[in-house]
């Protein structure tokens, strides 16, 4: 990669003259991160979700065994997970559970985005009613984010929503994916079509299990616990990068993650239907959806993120905003992502046109005026999103 400092990316003005009408930005804070408190089971940290009805995410050490069991009150369980995840932590949970005096049904699914299928979530239905599974049973999602959007899924329209619990194992479920009741499958039309808001009763977050997770698959997660700390915790930052990794002290791993939960619950309790400020969980998430639909989805998440991270921090730098370069190309070298596609920005730009955040067909996008200051803009112009594509594709070739 060049060096970004070595003038690729030289401050200017707005491309392409005045603002256009209607389009002034959205300044709503990014709420401050909720309170992180210590939890009940040594070592371990909890952070409340202030959505009715609140929920705690419980953040530590060993936490499936010694925590999980006695928070599901429901005595027929619904163990969602995969295979990959079955082969480490399956047996030991379900053996908790059920000296518990749960009575456990293991559903596991195979690993990797397409489970998020019609075809899985029909099969997890079918199970659960060929063994006629109560509607005053749980399901509880073991697992990365697609088994937790798939479980929460299951658990929010089996008899029209039963209890459920979230057991994340993966950085990027603990951080962002457990956290905010987003649930849903994919269609062959698109990622997350289908979907509802389903709440979990509680998130157990064992940070013990990310040590069996992939390096790479912990680099992915690294990059939304990186965008969670520009959006409103930047003294976590250095955290993020000396001495992080799936091998960190455990005490570093459990603060960095409730810190980093601290600071989607209190956006997520502002906005928990995202009409307004949740937007703001979508810094670097404009070019990030435009490449992964670009690549037929098979770009990874974090990967697509962090090179949307530089790009939202381009379009920043040129507009005189914050100047976060530095720390996401820094981030994006660590993440090691496939190749950015060399291709012009006429043939990525239509897929930006199906974001979310779009609007009355006018393209929104969250930008750092400051380092934990966000802004929604809507005032974007073809020449500075094109001059910003140009520079990406400069300083990470
Ligand atoms: N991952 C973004 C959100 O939950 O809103």
Do not use: C
């Not at 059920?98 to 559903?107: C, F, P, Q, S, Y």
């Not at 997770?213 to 969670?228: S, Y």
Request: no cysteine; aromatic share 6%; proline share 6%.
């Amino acid at each position: 990669m060049s060096d970004p400092r070595g003038g690729t990316a030289a401050r200017s003005g707005p491309a392409g003259g005045g603002a256009a009408p209607g389009a002034a930005p959205d300044r709503t804070p990014t709420p401050s991160p909720a309170p992180v408190r210590a939890g009940g089971v040594a070592g371990s940290l909890e952070v409340v979700v202030a959505v009715a009805p609140h929920y705690t995410v419980s953040v530590g050490p060993d936490l499936l065994t010694s925590l999980l069991p006695a928070r599901v009150g429901e005595r027929r369980v619904a163990l969602v997970t995969d295979a990959r995840v079955a082969a480490h932590h399956a047996r030991r949970v379900s053996t908790a559970l059920a000296a518990a005096g749960k009575d456990v049904l293991e559903l596991v699914v195979p690993a990797g985005e397409a489970s998020k299928s019609l075809g899985e979530y029909a099969r997890l239905l079918g199970e659960l009613a060929s063994v006629a599974f109560p509607r005053d049973g749980a399901v509880v999602a073991l697992g990365g984010g697609v088994v937790g959007d798939l479980g929460g899924f299951v658990a929010a329209s089996y008899m029209r929503g039963v209890a459920f619990y979230q057991a994340p194992t993966s950085l990027l479920a603990m951080v962002d994916a457990s956290v905010g009741g987003k649930t849903g499958i994919d269609l062959p039309q698109g990622k997350n079509l289908v979907g509802a808001f389903w709440q979990p009763r509680t998130v157990i977050a064992d940070v013990g299990t990310l040590a069996t997770l992939p390096e790479r698959e912990f680099r992915q997660g690294t990059v939304e616990a990186f965008k969670h700390a520009l959006l409103a915790a930047p003294d976590l930052l250095p955290a993020l990068t000396a001495g992080w990794g799936t091998d960190a002290a455990t005490s570093v791993l459990t603060e960095v993650v409730a810190r980093n939960v601290a600071v989607k619950a209190a956006v997520v309790a502002a906005d928990e239907r995202e009409q307004g400020v949740r937007a703001h969980l979508n810094l670097g998430h404009t070019l990030a959806h435009a490449l992964e639909a670009a690549s037929g989805h098979t770009f990874q998440h974090g990967d697509a993120v962090a090179y949307g991270l530089v790009f939202a921090a381009l379009v920043a730098r040129a507009r005189g905003f914050a100047d976060v370069l530095r720390p996401t190309l820094d981030l994006l070298g660590w993440v090691a992502p496939a190749p950015l596609p060399n291709r012009a920005f006429g043939e990525v730009r239509p897929f930006m046109a199906r974001d979310k955040k779009v609007v009355d067909g006018r393209l929104r996008m969250v930008l750092l005026e400051e380092v934990g200051r966000a802004v929604v803009v809507a005032d974007l112009r073809e020449g500075e999103l094109a001059a910003a594509w140009n520079e990406l594709l400069e300083v990470t070739a």
